[in-house]
């Protein structure tokens, strides 16, 4: 490699990327913004739109603390580009309920104490109506037993293995289990 290529690419670390105008549909409200084309979905709705219920975890896709729906189908939001989304419905906590008018998951997690400090409820709760979209459209898991059958049985073994992508630090999985059967009934979607 030249001395001037070497120059050349430490020249381009540091320059930032012209912002892109994105138009975000998020919550039934379209959001304008202009970003930075790297930033994640993630650091799009903290940063730029405020939307503080998404929560940063581990920033790599490892915990399912940032977990949003997109076309109803859950996401991870920091894996993904804010820019990528522009014809896609995104729904996060905020858009479930809200605190007159919860979402029948929310409600199951307060009434079975599904959350110890809260941090990764969010994302628990919104992975858990993916989740359940998925078992209601006969996608098997792992741990189905018969995956020829158009209708999967929610066992607690299921909800695990489908929430496993979900960290809970304080441990509250019993609960979080029994919430998200609780939703299941209720029909939380």
Known sequence: MSASDTHAMRRGQGEMAPPSAIKLNINDQVRQLEVDPRTSLLDALREHLRLSGTKKGCDHGQCGACTVLINGRRVL?????????????IMTIEGLGDPDHLH???RAFVECDGFQCGYCTPGQICSAVGMLAEVRAGWPSHVTTDVSSPRVALTDDEIRERMSGNICRCAAYPNIVAAIRGGAEGDAT
């Open 104 to 106: 029948p998951m929310q």
């Open 77 to 89: 939001s920091c894996l993904t580009l804010a820019v990528m989304h522009e014809d896609d419905e």
